[in-house]
């Protein structure tokens, strides 16, 4: 049943991401189309869409969790930012983010994580979590918008694109799932926010105490749009160049 999850998701993904002048998709032509360049997932998982002609949108995220607006995203606007979404996804409101609300996160809210993209060959699925049946309603809502599909040179055929990884400043395939610690299928807020401390020091490269929008590293689906993921690379060699790992 997973795997078949997975595999409808993929489908909704490439869906969404092929475009007129794409790849022939004939019967011999197994390429994937490059990730979209309208979705940025934020590292603790929100995603935020753009709609055409809209910057990217990991300004939508910055500007939401900077409250201050000075520029200067600190670590308490950061922690405080991953806390509202946490409370997002707890959709029961029981302080625990369980197996089924882990699965509406994924299958739901931001499904295009069930996927992957391999640079030049066939696009997997790889189903993340799946530590219950879905639950419906109450997260974060709303499909991807209409955003433009990406187009450019595919990433190198040894780089495989993992989940969230492709739309994320960080790589991290399921930020969700990943903030579980001590892995018993169920994530307090305190889990969480650790999680939310521990990127946020890998952001802060310099330990500046805050981010700002303009030094944050772009994502793989940023430069596979604009034709900097270079062929050939793995994605952690193109990530160690400009992200904090």
């Known amino acids: 049943m997973k795997s078949t999850l997975a595999a409808c998701s993929l489908a909704v993904l490439l869906a969404a991401c092929a475009t007129p002048d794409g790849p022939s ?27 055409p002609g809209e910057p990217y949108p990991v300004a939508k995220w910055f500007a939401q969790a900077n409250k ?3 520029g200067k995203l600190t670590r ?3 922690r405080a930012d991953a806390e509202v979404f946490f409370h997002v996804l707890d959709e029961n409101h029981d302080g625990v983010i369980d197996g089924f609300e882990v699965n509406d ?60 990884a492709v739309y994320s400043l960080l790589n991290e395939p399921e930020p969700l799932t990943a ?6 299928g169920h994530i307090t807020l305190a889990e969480f926010l650790t999680s939310a401390d521990r ?14 929008l303009d030094a944050l590293p772009k994502t793989p689906s940023q430069l596979i749009a604009s034709g900097q993921y270079k062929q050939g690379h793995s994605d952690d060699q193109q990530r160690k160049a400009q992200q904090p790992f």
Do not use: C
Not at 25 to 51: E, K, N, Y
Not at 202 to 207: E, G, R, S, V, Y
């Open 105 to 164: 996160y994924e299958q739901n809210v931001v499904p295009e994580i069930m996927g992957a993209y391999a640079g030049g060959g066939s696009s997997s699925s790889s189903g993340r979590g799946g530590r219950g049946g879905g639950m419906g309603g109450g997260g974060h809502r709303g499909g991807p918008g209409g955003g433009a599909a990406a187009k450019g040179p595919s990433a190198g055929a040894n780089a495989v694109l993992q989940g969230a």
């Open 68 to 70: 201050a607006g000075d």
């Open 25 to 51: 998709g004939g019967p011999g032509d197994h390429r994937a189309p490059p990730p979209q360049a309208s979705l940025f997932i934020s590292p603790m998982g929100q995603p935020f869409h753009a709609a």
């Open 76 to 78: 308490a606007e950061f």
């Open 199 to 212: 990127r946020f020091d890998k952001l802060d490269t310099k330990q500046l105490g805050y981010l700002t």
């Open 179 to 184: 903030t579980d610690l001590n892995l018993d």
